[in-house]
């Protein structure tokens, strides 16, 4: 009814109100007595993600809406465009448009984004790349510019012709969009990071040379965002939620002032800059990381005596994340990413393509991508509601954990002089390699899973189309080089096939399985994923007695062996199992358990070698293996 008054609906107003000691009261009844402790996690950067936490937040801070988009509408829909043959590249990027992706990321060698591929780094190849696409108004354009792909923008610049120069990579921007369609991704410091190259030491020098660059560029009418302070360094590298937030904003806050040095008012300067962030399949996470990003933007603009404005902020699913074996559980792992990203609020999306982590990608594998963000939003229309987490208790919770934390670092870098001076002492990668062995020890124990790597593995699993072999990074000193969590599996995965393909044979294990079926079955299958997971083949064999199953492993041949069955067996017949098997010829005994210090020393004295159990470390058990077996992992 026109000129009627508003009133605000409020959800579960009929039910009556119930406390957090309430909700507590039915958790404790669900959990039968475990503790309730067993289900707060623990973030890499110490945060607690409580399971019951209260939304804390105000009626004003939640009309802020940090996870909203800086414009109503759905998110940018980027194409990854990275074919160092730009003829190729050109055919990509048609196929993309045509195919219903709304954006271009174009991606140059070298670059934070390039994984060993991407665009030839000069003005034809991107010339090239771009030939006869139409731009319309909602075709957005992103460059991911490497440390050489600069050079490319002070080549328009020397040639003076203004608004872009007769061919090349600045016409075509030229000719682009304007606002938020257009990205530049001017970004030496992240590629100063990336490099490890002590470019970072320049920064001082630099500053003014970038600001003058891009107030040049500005002038000649380049109006979109012309810098990005991107993330994604610090996430590859294996660092935390918070580390990549304050690199960010220490980065951004670097541009900021370099443009306000060159004339630039602050006012136009932070509408030149854009962030870039990871998105991964720690759904939740991932959600507050970004919404917290506009928190921590909007108190910059505070101290800056800016009135707050939306920022544009580009997400891309991560690349760490990524594996080269059973590669299709990629494809799972994106979907929550890109909902993550845009439920967290990103403004474009872009997706590795499955086979990222292997080679370039075929045309499937892009189609795959391209679909992904199509369906959620299309058809699951995750556009439709700003900011879908505010009033969510654990991610406002986990929001404002987060944006306390990355504050508090971000103020430390600005102690050690800013981010150029916090690369150059080493601050920043100190921390990110504190947290990066952390996630390794976690994957090594299999605490991070990683599926179809180090759980559920799958031995037979049929190779994808592969374009191209990936290429050797070059890294520099102190880089934050990228990383796969699934690195240190793949390696023992490789080694087997190459056992396979010399031999006919990969390295096996006899699963021992001592008593019924009852009683063996639940660790055989524990222990034969574990082997499996580093590539070695289980071969179980069974016998209701200690003599049945050394005879069984007798035929078959084999040097490790792993008895598997309850504890209630192991009490009664596990030391003379294992002595059995060692008579049988058995050199390298493991045993699927964790037996009392007691036990386990009567259990050594028979002949197990090691105890494999939920927990352990599962990719020394397995490099231990192939040292056993005389096998290079390589």
Request: proline letters at 4%; aromatic letters at 6%; hydrophobic letters at 50%.
């Amino acid at each position: 009814m026109t000129g009627a008054e508003t009133k605000p609906l409020r959800l579960a107003a009929d039910f009556p109100a119930a406390t957090r000691q309430d909700w507590r009261k039915r958790v404790d009844v669900a959990l039968k007595g475990a503790p309730f402790e067993g289900l707060v996690g623990t973030t890499y950067d110490g945060l607690r993600i409580e399971p019951l936490a209260a939304c804390r937040r105000d009626a004003q801070a939640i009309a802020a809406r940090p996870g909203a988009r800086s414009w109503q509408g759905s998110w940018q829909v980027m194409a990854r465009i990275d074919h160092p043959d730009p003829a190729i590249s050109n055919e990509a990027a048609r196929e993309e448009l045509s195919s219903g992706a709304g954006g271009l990321s174009l991606i140059f060698a070298g670059a934070v984004g390039s994984h060993a591929f991407g665009l030839p780094a000069n003005e034809d190849a991107v010339a090239r790349a771009l030939e006869g696409i139409d731009f319309g108004d909602d075709v957005a354009v992103e460059l991911d510019l490497s440390a050489h792909a600069e050079a490319v923008i002070d080549a328009a610049l020397v040639k003076g012709i203004a608004k872009g120069i007769a061919k090349g990579i600045a016409k075509r921007i030229a000719s682009l969009p304007r606002g938020p369609h257009l990205r530049l991704g001017h970004d030496p410091l992240g590629a100063a990071a990336l490099a490890g190259d002590g470019s970072a030491r320049g920064w001082r020098e630099a500053a003014p040379h970038f600001g003058r660059r891009l107030a040049a560029l500005a002038r000649d009418g380049f109006i979109g965002r012309l810098a990005a302070a991107d993330g994604r360094v610090i996430h590859d590298a294996g660092g935390s939620e918070a580390q990549e937030l304050a690199f960010a904003l220490a980065v951004a806050l670097s541009y900021l002032r370099a443009l306000e040095s060159a004339g630039i008012a602050l006012e136009a300067a932070r509408r030149m800059i854009f962030f870039r962030l990871a998105a991964d399949a720690d759904q939740f996470l991932t959600i507050a990381k970004f919404r917290a990003l506009r928190v921590l933007w909007r108190q910059v603009e505070a101290v800056c005596a800016l009135e707050a404005e939306p920022t544009f902020v580009s997400a891309e699913t991560a690349w760490r994340m990524m594996a080269q074996r059973d590669p299709h559980v990629n494809i799972l792992r994106t979907t929550i990413a890109v909902a993550a990203a845009a439920l967290g609020g990103a403004d474009a999306i872009g997706v590795l393509p499955f086979t990222a982590a292997c080679s370039l990608p075929d045309r499937f594998a892009r189609r795959i991508a391209r679909n992904t963000q199509l369906i959620l939003l299309a058809e699951s229309r995750l556009d439709k509601v700003g900011d879908p987490a505010a009033g969510s208790g654990s991610v406002e919770d986990l929001t404002d954990k987060l944006s306390r934390t990355a504050w508090a670092l971000f103020r430390e870098i600005e102690a050690a002089g800013g981010a150029a001076a916090a690369l150059d002492s080493g601050l920043i990668q100190d921390k990110v390699a504190a947290v990066r062995a952390k996630r390794a020890a976690a994957v090594a124990r299999r605490r991070d899973v990683l599926t179809g790597v180090s759980v559920f593995p799958n031995l037979l699993e049929a190779d994808v189309a592969r374009v191209l072999p990936p290429a050797t990074r070059q890294e520099g000193f102190a880089a934050l080089a990228p990383i796969r969590l699934a690195e240190s599996f793949e390696a023992l995965r490789d080694a087997s096939d190459r056992a396979l393909a010399a031999t006919g044979a990969r390295p096996k294990v006899f699963l021992a399985a001592l008593g019924t079926q009852a009683e063996s079955a639940a660790r055989a299958s524990f222990a034969g994923s574990l082997f499996e997971a580093g590539g070695i083949e289980a071969v179980t064999g069974d016998g209701d007695s200690p003599a049945a199953l050394a005879q069984a492993y007798r035929a078959s041949d084999l040097a490790l062996v792993c008895i598997c069955s309850s504890d209630k067996v192991y009490a009664r017949e596990a030391v003379v199992t294992a002595q059995a098997l060692k008579a049988a010829g058995a050199r390298y005994i493991f045993l699927a358990g964790r037996p009392r210090d007691e036990e386990a020393a009567a259990l050594q004295a028979a002949g197990v070698l090691s105890f494999i159990y939920e927990g352990c470390d599962a990719l020394a058990t397995l490099r231990g293996a192939y040292d056993m077996l005389g096998i290079a992992i390589g």
